[in-house]
């Protein structure tokens, strides 16, 4: 029998008696009632509306978000046509353009700043929807010069800055298809991605600023340019040196955007290509994902609007590189309206306070960040409220690891009960979440609030049949608009089925273990590959890196379990990074197996507890449990982990070391 996850009782955060009249699902509800006779007395009945008549609540997404508006689009007549999984479809016949829905940035006027740079490269950068514009039509320009047409891809190496966003919306205006890789990224993690998309044009920066320290990329992007022979154009930013001249063989950004340009949008179908992005690549090459202009759109809206509440009066930010799906939600943000956040930098420098005055500074709505940055602020006593005045923050979103109970409370003791906490869950394949908050339900310490609307999430226990109150495989039972339009060069879909279809057909599972609770709330508890199967019962690893890394002695941890073929318990092995000046000897290892037996069960103590110097984590910082595993089970760490998308492959070392013993 499963563990299974315990809710509680008294929430940290309740909805406002106002919540319906002064939200946008708010007005959506009336919207919905006074436009199309449906009335909906709870969050609950509109999420069962919206999963069992897809095809009517996407419809009112496109009519409620006013798409038909868009010079690029066409009236459809259906959401949904074919329901079938992989191969449902979306809008038949219908054309949209994704940068115009982005451009009109609603709400807005043209001297509205709605782009805020902040970087620790260079000096703040501020844009007005007008300016926006404008360089976007200069990019589309400099790009039609370049003879860019539809359907060519355009690459970006390069941060998280206004250009990206700026070249990612002039590609996307022509019908061309854009993917990006942060350039912290080695050469081979950016050749193994874009070698399967062929790019003829990319924008590469010289280098950037991590913290005090330059990190020079000119060789990369040599080596880059070397290995990818379908590349006709380099447009070069000197983001790093100011004053250093662009390549013989390249084009500057002064030059490719000193042309106006007109600001005109190619009507594409619905699941035209938009971008490419990648899985993280740690066994054999990154899935190339394709993401179409149509679903993300819809999607987008209707998760940034409906489900985190944001508009007009926003400040949009999230923590994030371009090579992590959160980029391309944060930009999103400017189609509803928002203004967004666009940062660049080492978090942690000067200290693990600049994010919080940052969001002082530009006057932050929304903070948008990872479960451990939360998590290290609230082990090293951080407390934002006399960092920075922070009156005018209202939501909070965590993501990238499922965040525990005392995350939760951390962040109702630093920042007040007049934030709204959402936890979300959900993944680059289809470039939003599942799971996460919304305005019109209570926050509970460690659950994410509900079910996205149009999601059809279940747990599926082993017999594949949802249950609740249980730990079960996360499965999404009907289609999703962003789910991918395919993988790229996958002309007969085997690859796509393969990832998500093969283990139960025409569902698609995800690879996490969730609890849906009796309230309609969610508990991630780690991933479902990475499973921790203790004499029959199913373990979470989320469940003990909650407790482990609550220890002050503990910086960081990992666990994998190595399955007995006899049919035994096999063996539960526990890596430890020490906290600094810290070492895992007999008294940590006996608080460790203290605090797992007490807050667990018996049956999470480890076998073995081994200290390691770093964990591996991927470019994005997910823990890597599953190459760790095959290591230990006798792989070769080049076999186990392709080390191009790994942030610091030289941790594999200590686990091939230990293996060897």
Same mark, same amino acid.
């Given at each position: 029998m499963d563990k299974p996850a315990a809710p509680h009782d008294a929430p940290l955060w309740s909805p406002p008696a106002d919540v319906r009249t002064t939200t946008r699902i708010g007005d959506y509800l009336e919207w919905l009632e006074q436009v199309r006779?449906?009335?909906?007395?709870?969050?609950?009945?509109?999420?069962?509306w919206s999963v069992d008549d897809l095809d009517a609540f996407w419809m009112s997404v496109w009519e409620y978000f006013g798409l038909s508006d868009l010079a690029? $689009?066409?009236?459809?007549e259906v959401a949904l046509s074919d329901a079938a999984m992989p191969g449902a479809v979306w809008f038949p016949g219908t054309t949209v353009n994704y940068a115009e829905a982005v451009l009109r940035m609603p709400g807005r006027t043209d001297d509205?700043?709605?782009?805020?740079?902040?970087?620790?490269?260079?000096?703040p950068v501020r844009l007005t929807a007008a300016e926006l514009r404008d360089q976007v039509g200069r990019a589309r320009a400099g790009l039609v010069r370049m003879g860019v047409q539809r359907g060519d891809r355009v690459a970006a190496y390069a941060p998280n800055i206004p250009e990206t966003l700026i070249m990612l919306l002039a590609a996307a205006s022509l019908g061309a298809t854009f993917s990006s890789c942060a350039p912290e990224f080695g050469t081979r993690s950016v050749v193994d991605r874009w070698r399967q998309i062929e790019p003829t044009v990319l924008l590469a920066v010289d280098g950037y600023g991590y913290g005090d320290k330059p990190i020079d990329r000119r060789e990369e992007v040599a080596a880059i340019r070397e290995a990818l022979p379908t590349l006709e154009h380099?447009?070069?930013?000197?983001?790093?040196?100011?004053?250093?001249?662009?390549?013989?063989?390249?084009?500057?950004?002064?030059?490719?955007?000193?042309?106006?340009?007109?600001?005109?949008?190619? +009507?594409?179908?619905?699941?035209?290509?938009?971008?490419?992005?990648?899985?993280?690549?740690?066994?054999?090459?990154?899935?190339?994902?394709?993401? *179409?202009?149509?679903?993300?759109?819809?999607?987008?809206?209707?998760?940034?609007?409906?489900? $985190?509440d944001l508009g007009p009066d926003d400040r949009?930010?999230?923590?994030?590189?371009?090579?992590?799906?959160?980029?391309?939600?944060?930009?999103s943000g400017l189609s509803v309206g928002s203004s967004i956040i666009m940062y660049d930098g080492n978090p942690g420098s000067p200290n693990l306070g600049e994010l919080w005055r940052m969001a002082e500074r530009t006057e932050m709505t929304y903070f948008g960040t990872s479960a451990p940055y939360l998590l290290t602020c609230r082990k090293r006593r951080i407390e934002p409220r006399t960092i920075a005045d922070l009156s005018r923050l209202r939501g909070v979103g965590s993501t990238g690891a499922?965040?525990?109970? =005392?995350?939760?409370?951390?962040?109702?003791e630093a920042l007040g009960d007049g934030v709204h906490l959402a936890s979300i869950s959900g993944g680059t394949d289809v470039c939003t979440a599942f799971i996460g908050g919304v305005p019109l339900l209570p926050v509970y310490a460690g659950e994410i609030s509900c079910r996205f609307l149009g999601c059809k999430l279940e747990a599926y226990d082993e017999q594949a049949e949802p249950v609740i109150g249980r730990l079960g495989e996360l499965v999404i039972t009907a +289609?999703?608009?962003?789910?991918?339009?395919?993988?790229?060069?996958?002309?007969? *879909?085997?690859?796509?089925?393969?990832?998500?279809?093969?283990?139960? +057909?025409?569902?698609?599972?995800?690879?996490?273990?969730?609890?849906?609770? =009796?309230?309609?709330?969610?508990?991630? $508890?780690?991933?479902?590959?990475?499973?921790?199967?203790?004499?029959?019962?199913?373990?979470?690893?989320?469940?003990?890196? $909650?407790?482990?890394?609550?220890?002050?002695?503990?910086?960081?941890?990992?666990?994998?379990?190595?399955?007995?073929?006899? *049919?035994?318990?096999?063996?539960?092995?526990?890596?430890?990074? +020490?906290?600094?000046?810290?070492?895992v000897d007999d008294a940590l290892t006996r608080s460790i197996a203290s605090a797992l037996r007490t807050n667990l069960s018996p049956r999470h103590v480890p076998d073995r507890i081994h200290q390691v110097p770093a964990l591996p984590r991927t470019l994005s910082g997910k823990k890597l449990e599953v190459p760790v595993k095959k290591i230990l089970q006798g792989a070769d760490a080049e076999n186990a982990a392709a080390k191009g998308a790994l942030a610091n492959p030289e941790s594999l070392d200590a686990f091939t070391t230990y293996a060897r013993r």
């Open positions: 006779g449906l009335t909906f007395e709870s969050y609950a009945a509109l999420w069962q690029s $689009s066409s009236t459809p509205d700043v709605v782009v805020l740079g902040e970087s620790q490269t260079r000096a380099v447009v070069w930013l000197p983001y790093l040196e100011p004053d250093r001249a662009a390549p013989d063989d390249a084009v500057s950004w002064a030059a490719f955007t000193s042309e106006p340009g007109e600001l005109a949008y190619e +009507p594409v179908p619905f699941d035209h290509p938009l971008y490419v992005l990648y899985s993280s690549g740690t066994t054999g090459l990154p899935k190339p994902i394709v993401h *179409g202009h149509g679903g993300i759109l819809v999607e987008h809206l209707k998760a940034l609007a409906l489900q $985190s949009f930010f999230w923590f994030s590189t371009t090579g992590w799906m959160m980029w391309n939600l944060l930009v499922p965040l525990p109970a =005392e995350g939760f409370e951390w962040v109702y +289609p999703m608009p962003s789910m991918p339009v395919g993988f790229w060069g996958d002309a007969d *879909g085997s690859r796509y089925r393969d990832a998500y279809f093969e283990h139960i +057909p025409g569902v698609w599972r995800h690879g996490d273990w969730i609890t849906v609770t =009796e309230r309609g709330s969610c508990i991630v $508890s780690g991933r479902s590959d990475a499973t921790l199967n203790r004499g029959g019962v199913r373990l979470g690893t989320a469940e003990f890196y $909650s407790v482990v890394e609550a220890l002050p002695e503990v910086a960081d941890s990992l666990v994998v379990h190595l399955e007995d073929d006899g *049919g035994g318990a096999g063996e539960l092995i526990l890596f430890v990074v +020490p906290a600094e000046g810290t070492t």
